[in-house]
């Protein structure tokens, strides 16, 4: 910054806007004391069941999540026991207000294996719930 008097200005666009950090020193001078706190994973989610199931589709429903800090859900689906939260294996993303999905065009008669977990506004996400399994 030049010698003087400078005008900053920060402005958000409709997503809005959170900071990390931000930090203005002299030139000569290093930022001391500043950690990037990483925080604890978002908790968990409950209640993961099957609420119909048949016809080429399943419903899933879980617990209301009542966390502000939780942005979204996301949800998988293999046809493996041994799924794993993945970008291969996820279906869906869905805001953390939903309670239950749809998984519409399956196989019927073929076993699906499904678990969820949260993502918080840091980008985090949690542990994946128990896998469930259902066949349409």
Do not use: C
Request: a positive charge.
């Amino acid at each position: 910054l030049k010698k003087g008097n400078t005008k900053i200005s920060v402005s958000s666009d409709s997503q809005g806007l959170m900071f990390d950090a931000f930090v203005l020193t002299t030139a000569k001078t290093e930022p001391k004391g500043i950690h990037i706190f990483a925080g604890e994973k978002p908790v968990t989610p409950s209640g993961l069941a099957v609420k119909e199931s048949g016809k080429g589709l399943v419903r899933l429903q879980w617990k209301a999540i009542s966390d502000p800090k939780i942005q979204y859900v996301n949800i998988y689906s293999s046809n493996k026991a041994t799924i794993r939260h993945s970008q291969r294996n996820r279906i869906a993303s869905v805001p953390a207000n939903e309670t239950n999905w749809l998984d519409w065009g399956l196989a019927p008669g073929r076993m699906n294996f499904y678990i969820i977990t949260t993502v918080d506004w840091d980008g985090r996400e949690s542990k994946p719930t128990k896998i469930i399994k259902a066949i349409p």
